[in-house]
């Protein structure tokens, strides 16, 4: 027994020497390929080592519970990511995918904020948010919270925009005749809100801010410093570290990810309940749709080709139910294969009576791949059952016995939750083909 825990420790070691020194993620799995635990590290290969030094103390230096963990691995993995913050985020998704038995942190349904500005107001506000309003100018996710209350005051003290929820409106005469608050006072606003700026005047400063955030900001930067190394010089010490704070700050503006890459889709998410009930209106379904589930394929030229499936109940994620699927019966390049053998796979059990069918079956493609769906299912006899396919281009959404596809206006919370599922099969799916990608690369 002593000698197969010893060759296993030494697998691993193996498995290690071949990681990359660079940021990213390591997955460790047991004897059965499940995933126990997902962590992330500036240095791949130095990070994951030191779980398996043979002079470790792990139990005395990462728990109990790591070191009860550690005996059941077999087996460990990376995905290399471009920066670190693209590490913390990454893990953060793969996690509330995976729900990993051993990772306590970040399982919860908490996502990052976003600094938000609203451009379409006619006087925009910049907030901290993590639920975005409809057209508004976002950047991020920014991985650490707290940073952001001092950034933004730091932020409005340089340019002077609202933080308020007042609607201000450049045509509303009562403005002049307003009283503005204490942040007018201590020069911290404009004060749109009593018409001490005009409109023009104060969208030249948030198209200030915006560049501001997204260039190098090296301009501000050189006049903090400058200032910090003057205060320091006459032995203002309080004062330089109140620039060297400022300085901290801006720094870590660059700490975030951005809105297109680091998808955050829970934030985006319809109201469940409207969103449902369009969608049972859509499909002129008879019962209720409660339950969804999206399928999506992941390959490159053919190769790791994997199958995902992703459950929703009553408009939420239901993480329990999602399914993997690594494609075993189709070689080559043949999207159309490949969904048939996952949904053959997956609804073999709701045949036998052992499951129940979803309310909704929902591929991500378009009317090939949802002829392929279709024809799985009547291959298998299968009974009736909702079957849709929403592409990603034009988000245009497909039903079974129709050629046309239905437009729905992006504001529609049935495309929204369509969408959501859809997110969620492609981001589960690309995942897995990751994971049997490096382990491919590693010559395992």
């Known amino acids: 027994m002593q000698s197969q825990d010893n060759d296993r420790l030494e697998n691993i070691r193996e498995q290690i020497k071949a990681f990359p020194t660079g940021p990213g993620l390591y997955v460790m799995k047991n004897a059965r390929d499940k995933v126990l635990y997902i962590g992330k590290a500036k240095s791949l290969r130095s990070r994951a080592a030191s779980y398996f030094q043979p002079s470790a103390d792990v139990a005395a230096s990462r728990g109990p519970k790591i070191a009860e963990m550690l005996n059941k691995i077999h087996s460990i993995d990376f995905i290399e990511a471009k920066s670190e913050v693209d590490a913390v985020l990454q893990e953060a ?209 053919g190769t790791d080709a994997v199958g995902s499936l992703v459950k929703f109940i009553d408009g939420r994620p239901f993480k329990e139910g999602y399914r993997r699927f690594r494609i075993k019966t189709v070689d080559g390049i043949d999207d159309y294969a490949m969904i048939a053998e996952v949904v053959k796979r997956r609804y073999k059990y709701a045949i036998k009576g052992e499951e129940l069918w979803p309310g909704l079956i929902l591929i991500d493609g378009g009317l090939g791949q949802l002829h392929a769906a279709e024809a799985a299912l009547k291959e298998m006899d299968a009974p009736f059952v909702n079957l849709a396919a929403i592409a990603k281009k034009q988000e245009d959404i497909y039903l079974k016995g129709r050629e046309t596809p239905i437009k729905l206006s992006p504001a529609n919370p049935a495309r929204k939750l369509l969408q959501y599922v859809r997110d969620e099969a492609h981001r589960f799916a690309q995942h897995y083909h990751k994971l049997l990608r490096n382990k491919r690369m590693l010559g395992e």
């Open 93 to 301: 998704r793969l996690i509330k995918d995976i729900k990993p038995p051993y990772n306590t942190a970040l399982a919860d349904d908490k996502s990052f904020p976003y600094l938000e500005i609203t451009t379409r107001d006619d006087f925009p506000g910049v907030y901290i948010t993590r639920k975005p309003r409809k057209g508004a100018r976002l950047f991020g996710p920014f991985t650490n919270a707290k940073d952001l209350r001092p950034l933004l005051v730091l932020l409005q003290q340089i340019f002077k925009f609202r933080t308020c929820n007042l609607d201000i409106r450049k045509d509303d005469p009562k403005r002049r005749f307003f009283r503005p608050c204490l942040l007018y006072s201590i020069k911290r606003c404009t004060a749109p809100c009593a018409d001490n700026i005009s409109q023009k005047d104060y969208k030249k400063i948030i198209s200030d801010l915006v560049s501001f955030l997204k260039s190098k900001r090296s301009k501000i930067l050189r006049q903090l410093k400058q200032q910090m190394e003057e205060a320091a010089a006459e032995r203002k010490y309080e004062k330089a570290a109140m620039y060297r704070d400022r300085i901290g700050l801006i720094e870590r503006l660059d700490r975030r990810g951005t809105p297109s890459e680091h998808v955050q889709p829970e934030v985006f998410a319809a109201d469940p309940t409207e969103a449902l009930e369009r969608l049972t209106k859509m499909l002129r379904s008879e019962q209720p749709i409660r339950t969804i589930e999206g399928i999506d394929i992941a390959h490159i030229s």
